[in-house]
């Protein structure tokens, strides 16, 4: 590539200063949600951090569920974190509130759907989704996802990812109702594991639980030889999350 057809590359043409400043000034953007989230969560634990759909009514039979999970994890010393919003968020919120420990919510600014509920203990706001990302695993003592779309199987993705590759502790992950989840668990077997896009022992990364007795449960067992809280060499490796 000569040099003229690489100056007139699109990648390589000038930005405008003013456009370029703004694109600077982010950074500190950034920088304060994440001061915020690590100053406001540090001392909250242990904490388990539950997923859903925004859309679930409230007379739903999973927004129920939810409810009673997060009340029972609530009241057994776990305080609970969500997205803050609506449906799911809600119902996590809830049944927090309604129980002894903290209910926290991390609302991320959103055109359509997301508004903060009624529920919460402690709110923190974002526009970055990948900084409020990180304040779900830092500080999290255990995964408890609902049914939902694909904000939901993001977040599920996001933490199989960190622990496969050690970048985060072993953690329990707990997948909530069988009906939803059974035909994305046959296709991580007969596609994904198949193929060798991830090892067979990958699947033990995560449980699927029906009653919410035996979420509290299989997440108490966990802990009962290590402590819910990071080790110092593990909150190191939380820093290159």
Same mark, same amino acid.
């Given at each position: 590539?000569?040099?003229?057809?690489?100056?007139?590359?699109?990648?390589?043409?000038?930005?405008?200063?003013?456009?370029?400043?703004?694109? /600077?000034?982010?950074?500190?953007?950034?920088?304060?949600?994440?001061?915020?989230?690590?100053?406001?969560?540090?001392?909250?634990?242990? /904490?388990?951090?539950?997923?859903?759909?925004?859309?679930?009514?409230?007379?739903?039979?999973?927004?129920?569920?939810?409810?009673?999970?997060?009340?029972?994890?609530?009241?057994?010393?776990?305080?609970?974190?969500?997205? &803050?919003?609506?449906?799911?968020?809600?119902?996590?919120?809830?049944?927090?509130?309604?129980?002894?420990?903290?209910?926290? &919510?991390?609302?991320?600014?959103?055109?359509?759907?997301?508004? &903060?509920?009624?529920?919460?203990?402690? /709110?923190?706001?974002?526009?970055?989704?990948?900084?409020?990302?990180?304040?779900?695993?830092?500080?999290?003592?255990?995964?408890?996802?609902?049914?939902?779309?694909?904000?939901?199987?993001?977040?599920?993705?996001?933490?199989?990812?960190?622990?496969?590759?050690?970048?985060?502790?072993?953690?329990?992950?707990?997948?909530?109702?069988?009906?939803?989840?059974?035909?994305?668990?046959?296709?991580?077997?007969?596609?994904?594991?198949?193929?060798?896009?991830? /090892?067979?022992?990958?699947?033990?990364?995560?449980?699927?639980?029906?009653?919410?007795?035996?979420?509290?449960?299989?997440?108490?067992?966990?802990?009962?030889?290590?402590?819910? &809280?990071?080790?110092?060499?593990?909150?190191?490796?939380?820093?290159?999350?």
């Amino acid at each position: 590539m000569d040099d003229i057809t690489r100056a007139n590359h699109p990648v390589l043409q000038p930005i405008d200063d003013k456009e370029l400043a703004r694109e /600077s000034w982010k950074i500190f953007q950034i920088m304060g949600e994440f001061v915020e989230g690590f100053e406001r969560l540090a001392r909250i634990r242990p /904490s388990v951090s539950i997923f859903g759909s925004a859309r679930t009514a409230q007379d739903d039979p999973i927004y129920l569920l939810t409810v009673d999970i997060a009340r029972k994890l609530s009241d057994s010393g776990f305080a609970v974190v969500s997205g &803050g919003g609506p449906g799911i968020m809600e119902a996590a919120n809830k049944g927090a509130w309604e129980g002894k420990s903290p209910s926290i &919510g991390l609302n991320i600014q959103l055109p359509n759907e997301q508004s &903060g509920n009624d529920y919460q203990d402690i /709110s923190l706001y974002f526009r970055h989704f990948f900084s409020r990302k990180v304040m779900f695993v830092k500080h999290a003592s255990a995964y408890v996802v609902m049914p939902g779309g694909f904000g939901t199987l993001d977040e599920l993705a996001e933490i199989l990812t960190l622990v496969q590759t050690g970048k985060t502790r072993r953690i329990p992950i707990v997948l909530v109702h069988t009906p939803f989840w059974e035909k994305l668990i046959e296709w991580f077997k007969e596609t994904l594991v198949a193929a060798g896009t991830i /090892s067979p022992e990958d699947l033990d990364l995560f449980v699927i639980l029906d009653d919410p007795d035996e979420v509290v449960e299989y997440i108490f067992k966990h802990y009962e030889k290590i402590s819910s &809280g990071p080790t110092p060499e593990e909150r190191a490796n939380f820093m290159e999350l």
